[in-house]
């Protein structure tokens, strides 16, 4: 398998609607448009496909028992967990068709981000699925018409809130925290090499620094790695880069005081997006542009801040994004929650607002193809 982002274009015909309100409509394959897919956690929960043209919206519904905030997207398939609050499962949805199965994973283990493994040669698909409890990581291996067959591997760390296929390795981010219990910080955040034999007792840990304070997601370009803390009440949000071949950490990005980091993408343009909010009353996260490159903070900048100026079709700046990602050529999808639902705005690479869109149900994820 090659290293992929997190989130990736998807060059996918069609979405069958599974469960649908009155704008949203199945899709007729082979269908192929521009559009952006977004995960809606709360109310109709699922994926929902937005199209660039102004049609209707393709929704697969995921059911009452999903509350997963983020999803991982190869080719058609999309990857999704459930926390122990929701029954400890991962959903694999497949674009192509419309389907959906759920894999029942450990009880109470408390599931987090989840990434592909390579394919068996007998067409199994495989996964790795990051489980917050108990300290592992579940493999989980579905052949058709079969159950899904699940194994872990222990000892990746006090809390594995995200796991990635990087150099031919299995690795868990460890936000360190006592997600079992209080989520007390242990300590700074970890990233630890897995080894994907059960009985291979090897592991490499690599130490993000004293800044990386529960990390939550982490994407993976060729030899780097890119790590994503949220950050404390004293200590802000921070991306870390690491050198995967050297065990070893290049640089660390930190945000301005204050600030808590909720979500990152990685955008088709090769662009980190960060969100991140100084304040939680009231909660305004802004997006931020990384460059991977050189780990510095990429404008045209709002007049307050380091992170990127969105202006309404009013003029006014954007209030917020809850999650965010850029396309090939550089416009920002921002996805701004109400009470109940969410809309998806896009933005200019200048920041200019181009238009807007309903986006189902409360939203926490976003890729656009």
Known sequence: MKIVPRFLPLPFAAIVVLACSDS????????????????????????????????????????????????TVLDN?????????KGDQLYVADLSNGS???????????????????SGADGARNFAVALRNSGSIARVEMRAGLPAGVTTVANAGLCPSDVFFA?????????????????AVAGPGRLIRVPQLVSDLGRDTIPLGPAIISPLRAFAIGNFAYVLSSGAFVVPAAVVKLDLMARSVVATRIFPQGAFGATMALGANGMLYV???????????KVYAIDPLTLTFQGPFAPSGSHRLLTTASGAEQPKCDAATGDAGGRIYCIDNGEVLAVLNVF????????SHPAGTLAFDVTVR
Do not use: K
Not at 275 to 285: D, H, K, R, S, V
Not at 348 to 355: E, I, L, S, T, W
């Open 275 to 285: 969100t991140a909010a100084t304040g939680f009353n009231p909660y305004l996260p």
């Open 348 to 355: 200019a690479a200048n920041g200019a607002f181009v238009r």
């Open 167 to 183: 150099i031919s390795a299995l690795w868990s981010v460890d936000a360190n925290v006592m997600c079992s219990t209080d989520y």
């Open 77 to 85: 398939i999309v990857l999704s967990t459930s926390s122990s609050l």
């Open 100 to 118: 959906l199965q759920r894999v029942q994973l450990p009880a109470a283990s408390n599931p987090a981000g989840a990434t592909f493994l390579l």
């Open 24 to 71: 949203t409509l199945p899709f007729e394959p082979p269908v192929l448009q521009p559009g952006a897919l977004i995960l809606n956690g709360v109310g109709e929960t699922g994926v929902t496909f937005v199209p660039s043209s102004g049609a209707p919206n393709s929704h697969i519904d995921f059911g009452a028992s999903f509350d997963g905030a983020t999803f």
